[in-house]
């Protein structure tokens, strides 16, 4: 079963950036599309962007320019990088397989998060 381990968060000042990092043990990632998603306090887990197996990149539109996921295969790693984050980008993050195509996780396994803090 794939299990993946975030890193990167941390608190960081309005306007400022982050990059996040999503890694896998024992399992190679290059054979999964890989999405990054949030959850803000008090609020639903929402889907943030995803990266498809051969690097094709999507994202939540209201992020569309700010985040920019990709990804190593040699370091079997996806990143998401976080730019102009503003208090509304605080929560934790997490990264998951995805259903080819879509937003949708593939299973329902969530690892420990990373939480982001936007706060001057």
């Known amino acids: 079963q794939l299990q993946l381990v975030e890193s990167g968060g941390g608190l960081v000042q309005p306007g400022g950036s982050l990059r996040l990092s999503c890694a896998a043990t024992g399992v190679t990632l290059d054979n999964y599309d890989i999405g990054w998603f949030r959850q803000a306090p008090e609020k639903a887990r929402e889907w943030v962007s995803s990266?498809?197996?051969?690097?094709?990149?999507y994202y939540r539109t209201s992020l569309k320019g700010r985040f920019t996921i990709s990804r190593d295969n040699a370091k079997n790693g996806v990143y998401l990088q976080l730019t102009s984050v503003t208090s509304e980008d605080t929560g934790i993050y997490y990264c998951?397989?995805?259903?080819?195509?879509?937003?949708?996780?593939?299973?329902?396994?969530w690892g420990q998060g990373t939480q982001v803090t936007v706060s001057s």
């Open positions: 998951a397989p995805v259903i080819p195509g879509s937003t949708i996780p593939l299973n329902d396994h």
């Open positions: 990266i498809t197996k051969e690097g094709n990149q």
